[in-house]
Nanobody, 126 residues
Framework: QVHLVESGGGLVQAGGSLRLSCAAS????????MGWFRRAPGKEREFVTS????????YYADSVKGRFTISRDNVRNTVYLQMNSLKPEDTAVYYC???????????????????WGQGTQVTVSS
């Protein structure tokens, strides 16, 4: 198991930016693909983006493509989510997650991720 702690959420106006961080501990972070998911009020959890264990490959949901950027620092055991041009519909609790298997390819499927953070609230006002 890996322990994940998100930070960086908050309240921002539409069009603004936030950067979320997810600090990992407990296993070899650099061996695992990572992902960000979100859950808006009254909605199902949805995939946002994921990054391969090396950081060389990324994948984005259509709703955030071109606005959000995922990255990772395998020395600091941290994954980041840079969110630009935020919209009210981006309001949600954002969760980072680590893939169940080392060296696995990146994924957009929540069941592929075995460790989850506690979430950080992002609120975008119109």
């Amino acid at each position: 198991q890996v322990h994940l702690v998100e930070s960086g959420g908050g309240l921002v106006q539409a069009g603004g930016s936030l950067r979320l961080s997810c600090a990992a501990s407990g296993r070899t972070f650099s061996s695992y693909a990572m992902g960000w998911f979100r859950r808006a009020p009254g909605k199902e959890r949805e995939f946002v983006t994921s990054i391969s264990w090396s950081g060389s490959r990324t994948y984005y949901a259509d709703s955030v493509k071109g606005r959000f950027t995922i990255s990772r620092d395998n020395v600091r055991n941290t994954v980041y989510l840079q969110m630009n041009s935020l919209k009210p519909e981006d309001t949600a609790v954002y969760y980072c997650a680590a893939h169940r298997q080392p060296w696995a390819d990146l994924s957009a499927l929540a069941p592929d991720f075995g460790s989850w953070g506690q979430g950080t609230q992002v609120t975008v006002s119109s």
